[in-house]
């Protein structure tokens, strides 16, 4: 039951080929250690119960997981990478925070097809501190994969004040930003001549600057705050309109709530 369930929410989500099926098995590993952890707690549940719920052999399960512990961290370990893929392919003309609204809500509508498996992810990952602390660094890497694929979204407008910004943290300062024709010396690597550009895919590697970081993480918490206040009460809201709202109060700046 437990295959049958994941292999078919995996193709729907990703239609088509052998990746597809790839992601249906790593998607029901996924789910049956979550069910079987919340029906028997983590530490009781081996590899050998969670191939066997997914209708796998042991060996499979460590093509898809390092370790047993790696099979309980995320239900889906894909969801971040197709978030950054939606946020570089939206409209130019989208702000940052529009563009990434609309990347997570196609993503989310998802989560709120699998309330309950997320409810019980959820779950077990109170109960269990290590693999609480396993899920933050998974987030945190996450959050570090959206930061610099923010930075690439503002860079490609190329707009001076845009980039000196996504890479420098703060408002662009018209000092600060060379002219077209004058050498740039503020980002050179120590020994390069002024001017000479860093080496294919340098720039992408640098510490993204305060605005994507800030942005990046926003969005991460109001995704964890948005799926927690409508998982506490699915049957009153729907989970598009608590995720429109939190994205609405973000971009009004928080005003406080009328009393």
């Known amino acids: 039951m437990l ?29 049956a250690a979550v069910r079987l952890a919340a029906e028997h707690g983590a530490d009781q549940v081996t590899v050998e119960a969670m191939s066997a719920a997914a209708g796998v052999s042991v060996r499979t399960f460590f093509h898809y997981f390092d370790s047993r512990d790696d099979a309980f961290v995320v239900v889906d370990a894909d969801a971040g990478e197709r978030v950054r893929r939606a946020f570089l392919a939206a409209p130019p003309e989208l702000p940052p925070l529009e563009a990434l609204r609309e990347a997570l809500a196609a993503e989310l509508r998802e989560a709120e097809r699998q309330h309950e498996l997320w409810s019980l992810h959820a779950r077990v990952l109170r109960s269990d501190p290590h ?37 420098g943290g703060g408002a662009a300062d018209p000092e600060a930003v060379p002219h077209r024709d004058q050498p740039d010396t503020a980002g050179a690597r120590p020994g390069s001549r002024p001017g000479t550009a860093p080496p294919e895919g340098e720039a992408d590697r640098a510490a993204p600057g305060l605005y994507p970081r800030l942005l990046a993480a926003v969005a991460g918490t109001a995704v964890r705050v948005g799926v927690q206040h409508w998982c506490e009460r699915p049957d009153e809201l729907s989970f598009a309109d608590v995720f429109r709202e939190v994205f609405d109060l973000l971009a009004a700046g928080l005003p406080a709530p009328a009393r």
């Open 131 to 167: 693999l609480l602390v396993r899920n933050l660094g998974a987030r945190m890497a996450d959050e570090s994969g959206l930061a610099e694929a923010i930075v690439r979204r503002i860079r490609a407008g190329d707009d001076p004040d845009d980039d000196a910004v996504a890479s």
């Open 3 to 31: 295959t049958a369930v994941a292999t078919n929410v995996a193709r729907e989500a990703w239609p088509g080929g052998a990746d597809s099926k790839k992601r249906a098995t790593r998607a029901a590993l996924a789910e």
